[in-house]
C-alpha cells in the first residue's frame, strides 16, 4: 500500500478503547505511554510480545492482567523470535487480518535481544518491533545498557571523580537495522506523539518487518519530576540529541532538521543522571552530536 | 499399505515428524542432526509436507519461536544437539513452566569441553530437571514411531509438556536401517489435529507467560509436576494404542527382556540396548540367570517398573554415557533414588562408558555381568567404573 493511502490517526479520531491499563508503571513512564499508543492505532486483533523488562514487569503480575489484547512474556533474549513463531504459526492456521508487536526496551533490543531481532528481519517475518528506549536496564535498577548515551550517571557507571559515567555512546541502533534493508525503520520520540503515531501507523500497514525505535522517559531512572516527562521528550530531539527519522526503499529521511538545537547543556541539567557532567564533557557530547547531524544531513533525504 | 524404507536414524525422525503434520519447524542446524531438517526442508519444498520452515539464526531463537508457535495453538517442530540443546536451556525450561506441547528431536551428542561432535548422552541427561518428557530410543523405526507418539502424549489435555526424543548421535542419527513407514491415514487417525485451551485467539485473548509472586508460584510448579505425573498413564495408554494400530509395542515406561527369574540386570537408555541384548541372550545361553530393562523415559522416571523388578533381582548394572562430575553416573543416581525404597534393595554397579563418542564392544558388556556376578559373590567391585579407560589409574 502507498504510504498516503493510508488513514491517518490524530487525537481527533484515535479510538477511546484502552489495551493497556491497570499495570504498575512508575508514574511519567514513556515506555506505558508508547505501548498505549501503539496499540490504539494496531487495534485489537494484535498479538503483543514482551520480553523482560519494564513493561512485562509492570503489566502481567498475576492476576492483574494489564493488556486486554493478546499478549505474552518472551525470554529476554528471544522477543522477536517469538513473535516470529506467533506471526509464522497463525499464518500457518490460516489466520487473517492480525499483527504481532513486540515491545522491548534498550538493553532487550540492542544487547541481549539484538541476534534474535537480526535473524527476524533477516527472515522479512510480518512483525513490529518497537524498541522503547529509556536509556538503561531500567527494570533492573538503571544498569548501563549498549542505548545509555555518554557521561551518563547509572548504577553501574558511577559518577565519581576519576570516571564520569558511562564512557560509550549510543549504539546505534537505528542504523544496525536499517543495514539488514528492513521493509520499515523509523526513530521517533513520545515527545512527538502524532509523529510516533503516524510511524506506528505506516508500521502496521507495511508488509515485513518493521521497526521503531521510540525515545521514552524515565523520571526514575533519570531523575527528573514526572511533570516534564513529555517535555524532555521533546527536548532530547529538539538539542539534537535524539533524531527522528525514516528508512524506507533504501532511503533515509530526516523528519524533523532544526535550523537551530535547544541548548543541550539545558536538557541535561535537568536530569540528576547528568548533574554531574563538566563543560568538557558537555562538550564531547555537543560534538559527537554535531558529527552525527553533519552526516545526516549530507547522507540522508 | 505401509512400506519400509532403508534410512537414516535421522531420515526417520524427519519422516515421523512429516506424518504428525506439524504446522511450523524452527530449527538451526548442528551436527549430527543436520540430516533432519535437511530432510524436513525438502519436504517442505515439494510440498510433501505442508508447514512453514523457519530459518531461526539460534538454537535458542528455534525454541522461542517454536513457543510462539504453540502459543497460538499450531503444532511446533524443532530439532538439535548437544551444544545446541544447551544454548536453548532457557527456553526448555520457559516452555515446559507454560505448559506449550513442543516436540523436539535432540540427537545425544558430548558436550565442549573439549569439542567432540561424537554421541553421549550428557546434553539431555544434564537437562533432566527442565520439565520435559524424554524418551530415548534404541533404533531408527522407535525413533520415527516416538515422534508420532510424542504429539499424542504432549498434547494430552491432562499432560501438555514438551516431549524430548532422544536417539544417539551418529550411532543412531547415521547408520542405516529398514524402517517401516506408517501410512499417513492411519497416523491421522491416531493423532488428530492439535487443540488446545492454552492458546491467544482473538475470541479468547489471553495474557499468557506471566509474572507471579511467591503467594502463587509453588501451586503453578506443583501442576507442572502432576502433570508430568500424569503423563506415565498416558504413555502407557498411548503406546498400547499405538501397538494395536500398527503393530509394535514398546512397552511404556520400560522395556524387558529376559528378566523373569533373572538374578543380575542390566539397565540401558538408548542404543546401546542391542549391545546389551545379544550378551544376555549369550549368558542365557550359558546358562545365567541375566536379563536386560531399557530405561525408555528418564522424564517421567519409571520408579515403579524399577521397583518392582529390583525386588525380584540381585545385582542391577546401570551402564550410562554419562557422568555428574563429582559424584556418579546421573541414570545410575535415578536409579539408586528408586531402590532405597525398597527394603532389600539389590546391589548396584555404575558402569560409564561411550562418552564422546568411545566404543562399547561385546566384551566391555560381557565384563559387566562378570563384574555383577562378582559382586553378587561377595568379591568387593567398585561401584563406578569407567570402561575402556585408556589409562591406567591408581584407584
Known sequence: MNNTDIKRITPKNITDKEFFYGHKACAGCGGSLAVRLALKVLGERTFAVLPAGCMSAVGFIYPQMAFVNNAIISTFPGAASMASGISVGARALGLKDYKTVVFAGDGGTADIGIQALSGAIDRNEDIIYVCYDNEAYMNTGIQKSGLTPYGTKTTTTPAGKNIHGAQTFKKNLFEIMAAHEIAYAATASVGYPQDYIDKINKAKHTKGTSFIHVYATCPTGWGIPTEIAIQIAKEAVDSGLFYLAEYQNRNFKLNKNPKSFFPVKDYLLKQSRFKHLTDNDIKIIEQQRDEKWEYMRKHWN | ?395
Open chain 2, 1 to 395: 499399505m505401509s512400506k519400509k524404507l532403508f534410512i537414516s536414524g535421522d531420515e526417520a525422525v524427519a519422516i515421523g515428524t512429516k506424518l504428525s503434520r506439524p504446522n511450523v519447524i524452527s530449527a538451526y542446524p548442528i551436527t549430527p542432526q543436520t540430516v533432519t531438517v535437511e530432510r524436513l526442508s525438502e519436504m517442505v519444498e515439494s510440498g510433501e509436507l505442508k508447514a512453514e520452515y523457519m530459518h531461526v539464526e539460534s538454537e535458542h531463537s528455534a525454541m522461542s519461536a517454536a513457543m510462539g508457535v504453540s502459543a497460538v495453538g499450531a503444532r511446533a517442530f524443532t530439532a538439535t544437539s548437544s551444544q545446541g540443546l544447551l544454548y536453548m536451556a532457557e527456553g526448555l525450561h520457559y516452555a515446559s513452566g507454560g505448559r506449550y506441547p513442543i516436540v523436539m528431536m535432540n540427537a545425544n551428542r558430548s558436550l565442549a569441553l573439549p569439542w567432540s561432535i561424537y554421541g553421549d548422552q550428557r546434553d539431555s541427561l544434564s537437562l533432566l530437571d527442565s520439565g520435559w518428557i524424554q524418551v530415548y530410543v534404541e533404533d531408527a523405526q522407535e525413533a520415527l514411531d516416538m515422534i508420532i507418539q510424542a504429539y499424542k502424549i504432549a498434547e494430552n489435555k491432562d499432560v501438555l509438556t514438551p516431549f524430548m526424543v532422544n536417539l544417539d548421535g551418529f550411532v543412531l542419527t547415521h547408520t542405516y536401517e529398514l524402517v517401516e513407514i506408517p501410512e499417513q491415514e492411519k497416523v491421522d487417525k491416531f493423532l488428530p489435529p492439535f487443540q488446545t485451551p492454552n492458546k491467544m485467539s482473538f475470541e479468547e485473548p489471553k495474557n499468557m507467560a506471566f509474572s507471579t509472586t511467591p503467594a502463587d508460584n509453588l501451586e503453578y510448579k506443583y501442576q507442572q509436576n502432576r502433570a508430568m505425573l500424569n503423563s506415565i498413564d498416558v504413555i502407557n495408554d498411548v503406546d498400547k494404542e499405538f501397538g494395536d494400530k500398527f503393530d509394535r509395542y514398546y512397552g511404556g515406561m520400560v522395556q524387558e527382556y529376559r528378566c523373569d527369574d533373572a538374578d543380575v540386570v542390566i539397565f540401558t537408555l538408548g542404543s546401546i540396548t542391542g549391545t546389551v541384548r545379544m550378551i544376555v541372550d549369550k549368558l542365557r545361553d550359558e546358562g545365567k540367570k541375566v536379563g536386560l530393562l531399557k530405561i525408555r523415559y528418564m522424564r517421567p522416571f519409571p520408579e515403579k517398573e524399577i521397583i518392582k523388578l529390583a525386588g525380584k533381582v540381585k545385582a542391577i548394572g546401570v551402564v550410562e554415557k554419562d557422568i555428574s562430575f563429582g559424584y556418579e553416573g546421573t541414570v545410575y543416581t535415578n536409579v539408586n533414588s528408586a531402590l532405597s525404597k525398597l527394603d532389600n534393595a539389590p546391589l548396584s554397579l555404575d558402569f560409564l562408558c561411550g562418552m564422546g563418542g568411545r566404543d562399547v564392544s561385546k566384551s566391555d558388556i560381557y565384563n559387566m555381568f562378570i563384574s555383577l556376578f562378582k559382586a553378587v559373590n561377595g568379591e568387593k567391585q567398585k561401584r563406578v567404573q569407567f570402561i575402556n579407560m585408556g589409562v591406567e589409574t591408581d584407584e
